[in-house]
């Protein structure tokens, strides 16, 4: 792979606690993957359901295990489709489905599920400061400016199957995780001024990538432009190793022999509607390799930031700052 070496001196750090409300790891029903394509119900999805969809024993789901939110969350973002904000990369449409775990996996129709995750070269909008590790461009090469960015952020409202779509673009890496999306599951707010207000979150979590498919992806313009060390899914610090259970994406290419032309992804969620999650989820930052930088933002808070000190005892997904993308970034 052109670029990109994978890191495989972290030592594997696979938090089991489960807190906020939830319990051990979920299950994906074939049902959740017919309802999250249901407009795009072809032959070829069927089989794809059938091949790698797991359940539980009985039919029935379990909760979903809540993991960290980790250091880039930011409030307010918008109810939309399309999160991409003009961001290159490799498209990615990604449909979750919420079911509630507590009413035999009926969907959660009116669920606000919540997304956000890192650019093709490992940064954040509101946290462009961050420095991603190894040697990659500086964030505003690709035409985004300052903090003031709102890309690769958003809402979408689950509709009566309890389903929710998103336009985005496979994300990049950063020091020392492997390549995810963080996600939240909200209840009880509503719509409001373009984006979702009030309600109390129900989960928190994050969704990975195969290996082997983020290998070719990371090969591709513009993701070869990050060199360096990245993290493969059974030595990161979050992934709990239990795959759909854990977050872990079921991916079907849009071309079977381009991956440039992207990937449609699926999941479904197991909640429970009554729980309330503080993001203080599994999975502690540990240390980074000797040498890396952390994966947390460093410089002062954008506006809209979250302030204030976390919860006694709340892991995030990364240790220490580290000094600005400016220091060691290059074209």
């Known amino acids: 792979m052109t670029g990109t070496h994978r890191d495989t001196s972290i030592t594997r750090r696979r938090a089991l606690a489960v ?7 979920g299950g994906l029903a074939v049902a959740g993957y017919q309802a999250a394509f249901a407009d795009e119900t072809t032959t070829t999805d069927a089989e794809a359901a059938s091949a790698t969809a797991t359940s539980t024993s009985g039919g029935q789901c379990v909760l979903m295990s809540s993991v960290t939110e980790g250091p880039y969350y930011l409030d307010g973002a918008l109810v939309r489709k399309d999160i991409t904000e003009g961001k290159s990369g490799v498209p990615l ?16 129709a009116g669920a606000a599920v919540e997304i956000w995750h890192c650019d093709a070269w490992g940064y954040y909008s509101g946290y462009t400061t961050a420095n991603p590790g190894g040697s990659a461009p500086a964030e505003s090469e690709d035409g985004s400016t300052a903090n003031d960015q709102t890309y690769l952020r958003g809402y979408q409202i689950a509709n009566a199957n309890g389903v929710v779509k998103f336009e985005t673009i496979f994300p990049g890496w950063y020091t020392p995780r492997t390549c995810h999306i963080h996600v939240k599951v909200h209840t009880g707010g509503e719509k409001e001024d373009g984006t979702y207000e009030g309600g109390k979150v129900n989960y928190t979590g994050q969704f990975f990538f195969d290996d082997d498919i983020a290998e070719q992806i990371f090969a591709l313009e513009p993701y070869s432009k990050h060199s360096g ?3 493969e899914l059974d030595d990161d610090m979050v992934y709990g190793g239990g795959g759909a259970s854990s977050g872990l994406l079921t991916l079907k290419p849009v071309h079977k022999s381009d991956p440039s032309k992207g990937y449609k992804g699926f999941i479904t969620l197991g909640i429970d509607p009554d729980a309330e999650n503080t993001g203080a989820g599994s999975g502690g930052g540990g240390t980074p390799p000797s040498g890396a930088p952390s994966d947390a933002p460093t410089g002062p808070p954008p506006s809209g930031a979250p302030t204030g000190t976390p ?10 700052p580290s000094a600005s993308a400016s220091s060691s970034a290059s074209s």
């Open 19 to 25: 807190t906020g409300g939830t319990v051990a790891a």
């Open 93 to 108: 449409t990604l449909r979750i489905t919420v079911q509630d775990t507590t009413e035999s996996c009926n969907p959660v």
């Open 229 to 231: 060390t990245y993290t």
């Open 311 to 320: 919860p006694s005892g709340a892991p995030s997904d990364s240790p220490a």
